[in-house]
């Protein structure tokens, strides 16, 4: 990936990344600000958003609302990453770089990644005029485009030409060898496809070869539903029994009430009513999840009325 010129990442651990932006914060902020900018596409690529967002909101507290000079793009990126925490001011500076830019963005990343974070709340004529700049840029960018181009309901483009974008981009990332953007066009795909098993699969793949554990899980649970409505109700229990044991390993809450509703609904129509009750049981015993609560509260209504009519 081209990262504006500066080469790819080196071997630095994500923490000592974050420790030299640190470091440069106290004595050249100018410095500070081009770090967050290099590292870009190696903290989104490998699912270290949170540390993105703790360099970039030092960063941010130091600059104030002052862009330096000449690092408008950077002090963009810098808004992106540290979006939730951003004052209002901040965000509008970004937006009129943004508006401002004429040409393509230097970093290939920052399409993306404006597009993914600030995207959504744009109108859609705007997102197409930032896409349409972006098509002179590199491969990486030309097929970031793509991908934003058919992403679900960032652009007005119709479900069958959003598809086409998303294939285009997908092709474009396995000629460049580029998991994670393979896999961003893969997640967006089986949104939109009408036999999704092979896509999700693929995506599910490329997950755990990036160690993204949360989405590994959530893309095990979403084939696993997949197989249980085909009736293969053992390789749904597999994957939702996998999904459970990340999620438990990774103290993911949300997904662990996902993969055991998932579980009892496999055990029902598997005739094992006691687990399917095992299950719902220890969903309705995680703390404040109230949706999850609410399905398990209607599955466990399917469950006895199913064993009334037996």
Request: some cysteine; charged content about 25%; overall charge negative.
């Amino acid at each position: 990936m081209n990262l504006g010129g500066s080469g790819a990442p080196n071997s630095l651990e994500a923490d000592q990344v974050v420790s030299a932006i640190e470091r440069a914060c106290e004595s050249d902020l100018r410095t500070a600000l081009r770090l967050v900018a290099r590292y870009s596409a190696y903290w989104w690529s490998n699912g270290l958003q949170d540390e993105a967002a703790a360099a970039a909101e030092r960063v941010l507290s130091m600059l104030g609302r002052t862009v330096p000079v000449g690092l408008d793009e950077e002090y963009l990126l810098a808004v992106i990453h540290g979006a939730g925490s951003a004052e209002q001011e901040q965000l509008e500076l970004a937006q009129q770089i943004v508006l401002t830019t004429t040409g393509p963005f230097q970093y290939s990343v920052t399409v993306l990644l404006w597009s993914l974070v600030f995207g959504p709340f744009e109108p859609a004529e705007v997102v197409d005029e930032v896409l349409e700049r972006n098509e002179a840029g590199d491969a990486w960018a030309r097929a970031a485009v793509e991908l934003c181009r058919g992403y679900p309901g960032l652009t007005a483009a119709a479900p069958a030409d959003a598809a086409q974008a998303l294939r285009t981009a997908l092709g474009r990332f396995r000629m460049l060898e580029d998991r994670w953007g393979m896999f961003l066009a893969l997640c967006s795909l089986r949104q939109v496809v009408d036999e999704p098993l092979d896509v999700t699969t693929e995506a599910l793949e490329l997950a755990e070869q990036l160690c993204l554990a949360e989405e590994t899980a959530l893309l095990l649970c979403e084939r696993a539903d997949l197989y249980r409505r085909l009736g293969k109700l053992e390789d749904a229990h597999a994957d939702y029994s996998r999904a459970l044991s990340i999620g438990e390993h990774a103290e993911l809450a949300e997904t662990v009430a996902a993969a055991r509703l998932g579980l009892a609904r496999t055990a029902r129509h598997s005739g094992n009513a006691p687990a399917a009750r095992t299950h719902l049981s220890a969903v309705l015993n995680l703390p404040n999840l109230e949706d999850a609560h609410f399905e398990a509260l209607h599955e466990l209504r399917v469950l006895n009325a199913s064993e009334a009519t037996a």
